[in-house]
């Protein structure tokens, strides 16, 4: 009897034990070593999750949140450019001929800038019709007050379809009324530009 009631002692001080002490974790997250590459602690072939936000509207072409420098001129955004060689913008119609896209350098003034993220602009052609800038890969931005300054854009110019989608998209990122992006309807012929680099003129 004495033994019996020293094991049951003896198991519920195990019991007890288990229950309030913490146990340490069964699969702990060690800490990286200098020099080792950090791979969700266990070097586990995961993707890490950052918790960071999509880059840039992952929807509107995935662009980053990068700093852009201020407008002054001489400044460049994306590759490094020389205005030497830039057509006016009215030698625009005269360089595409009847191509559907053209490499060219184009100076003009711009009109209007993504009011979002500054992830596009627009020149205004001969025809007086607007010919929305991109940058390439979306590696770069301008700076939002752009607009009134003359820039070279070097790139390509080509013919496009923009959709009712995309042109509304455009219009919300320049801060348009909903009845004036409302209004858009129909898809658009028009000629845009993707542009690897931008220089402020003045």
Known sequence: MK????????LVAI????????SAPINPVLPVEQGQEE???HNAEVPKGSGEEPAEEEGEEGHSSTSVAPVAPGQTYGAAISPDGALPMTALSTALGS???AQVKLVGKASAVCQAKGCWMTLPTADGKQMRVRFKDYAFFVPKD??????V????AHR???????QQHYLRDAGKPEKEI???TQPKQEVSFMADGVRVVN
Not at 15 to 22: A, G, N, Q, S, T
Not at 146 to 151: E, I, K, R
Not at 153 to 156: D, K, L, M, T
Not at 160 to 166: E, G, L
Request: zero cysteines; glycine letters at 10%; proline letters at 2%.
């Open 99 to 101: 191509r559907d896209s």
């Open 182 to 184: 409302a209004a858009i």
């Open 15 to 22: 019991l007890l034990f288990i229950r309030f002490v913490p």
């Open 3 to 10: 033994f019996f009631l020293s094991f049951v002692g003896v």
């Open 39 to 41: 791979v969700n602690g």
């Open 160 to 166: 496009t379809t923009t959709s009712v989608a995309d």
């Open 146 to 151: 752009l607009s009134g300054h003359n820039v």
């Open 153 to 156: 854009v070097s790139g390509w």
